[in-house]
């Protein structure tokens, strides 16, 4: 169940909040005359979510890719490939 509170208790209870979205590293949903208004969370909270937006991307993007084209890569032809980037910049 999503944690809502008024955003007046921002001002009023800014460190309770704090310390709130610190310990469940979940978003934080305050209202405004009974609409939502705005979402707080943790640094950390902000940073796993972006990072797991970008990983959906990346694999839509792969899917998108896999779809269009009949191309494909054996696990050797993967691999090898990556050992020759590393080797490169080694």
Do not use: C, W
Not at 54 to 70: D, M, N, V, Y
């Amino acid at each position: 169940m999503p944690n809502i509170r008024p955003v007046s208790d921002l001002r009023n209870h800014f460190a309770e909040i704090s310390a709130e979205v610190h310990e469940t590293n979940l978003p934080l949903y305050l209202t405004k005359n009974g609409h939502g208004d705005m979402v707080i969370m943790s640094l950390a909270a902000y940073e796993d979510r972006k990072f797991e937006s970008e990983i959906h991307f990346k694999l839509q993007e792969a899917e998108l890719e896999a779809t269009s084209t009949t191309k494909r890569f054996s696990h050797k032809e993967v691999f090898s490939s990556l050992r020759k980037q590393i080797a490169k910049y080694a």
